[in-house]
C-alpha cells in the first residue's frame, strides 16, 4: 500500500457525460501527479500540481481539467467524454516537486467509456 | 521534447540475468527512475539514478551516463513474479516533469 488513495476504482460511463477522479495524496506529501495509461500505451504525464498550484502540463486535453485543494487532496475532471478516453488512471504523490523525490502511485481508477 | 526508448519486450529463463536497456533524449534532464508494474496495479518504484554509474540494490541494479543518454536495468536471479513492465522515466526541467516510456515486459520462462 503506497498510502496514495484513489477513487473510485472503477468507473463506467456513456460518451458525452462527465466524471470526477479524486485522489489523496500521502501524509506529508504536497506534489499531486496524474497520469493516463491506455492499453498499448505507456504512463502519460498529465498534470502536476504542487501545493495547491498547477506545475507542470502534459498531453492534457483541453476536455479534462484538474485542481489541487488546499488539504492537498485532487480531483480530475473528465468531460465530454470519448470511447478513446477509456484508460486507466493513476495518481502520484511525493514529498516535494524537486528531483530524487520519488513518486508513490494508486491503484488506479479504471475508466471505461461506453 | 522528450524521448525515451525502450525494448518493447523480452523473454529470460527463471534463474538468469537480464539487462533491460533505456535511452533518452531530453533537456534539462535531472535523473532517471526505474519502475516496476504487474499487470493492472499500480507502479512501483525500484531506483532513482543521478549520478553516473551503476546503483545496486539487492538483486536490481540500475545503471546511468547521463553523456550517452543511456540507463539499464539489471535483475539477477529471476524469479517468476518479476515478470511486469518495467518503466524508464526522466525527471527533467521546467519544473521536474516525470516523463515514462512505453515499458519493457519481460516474460520469466520456467
Known amino acids: 500500500d503506497s498510502g496514495v488513495t484513489q477513487t473510485p476504482k472503477h468507473l463506467i460511463t456513456a460518451t458525452g457525460q462527465r466524471v470526477t477522479l479524486r485522489c489523496s495524496p500521502r501524509s506529508g506529501d504536497l506534489s499531486v501527479y496524474w497520469y493516463q495509461q491506455s492499453l498499448d500505451q505507456g504512463l502519460q504525464f498529465l498534470i502536476h500540481y504542487y501545493n495547491g498550484e498547477e506545475r507542470a502540463k502534459g498531453n492534457i486535453l483541453e476536455r479534462f481539467s484538474a485542481q489541487q485543494f488546499p488539504d492537498l487532496h485532487s480531483e480530475l475532471n473528465l468531460s465530454s467524454l470519448e470511447l478513446g478516453d477509456s484508460a486507466l488512471y493513476f495518481c502520484?504523490?511525493?514529498?516535494?516537486?524537486?528531483?530524487?523525490?520519488?513518486?508513490?502511485f494508486g491503484e488506479g481508477s479504471w475508466l471505461t467509456v461506453v | 521534447g522528450q524521448n525515451i526508448d525502450q525494448p518493447t519486450e523480452m523473454t529470460a529463463t527463471e534463474g538468469a540475468i537480464v539487462q533491460i536497456n533505456c535511452t533518452y533524449q531530453?533537456?534539462?534532464?535531472?535523473?532517471l527512475f526505474w519502475y516496476q508494474q504487474h499487470a493492472g496495479e499500480a507502479p512501483t518504484f525500484l531506483s532513482y539514478n543521478v549520478l553516473d554509474g551503476l546503483e545496486e540494490k539487492g538483486r536490481f541494479s540500475s545503471f546511468l551516463s547521463r553523456s550517452k543518454g543511456y540507463s539499464y536495468l539489471l535483475l539477477k536471479e529471476l524469479q517468476m513474479k518479476d515478470s511486469a513492465s518495467y518503466l524508464c522515466?526522466?525527471?527533467?526541467?521546467?519544473?521536474?516533469?516525470?516523463?515514462f516510456g512505453k515499458g519493457t515486459r519481460l516474460h520469466i520462462l520456467p
Open positions: 502520484a504523490s511525493s514529498v516535494d516537486q524537486g528531483s530524487g523525490n520519488t513518486i508513490y
Open positions: 531530453t533537456s534539462g534532464f535531472n535523473g
Open positions: 522515466a526522466v525527471t527533467c526541467e521546467p519544473h521536474d516533469k516525470i516523463i
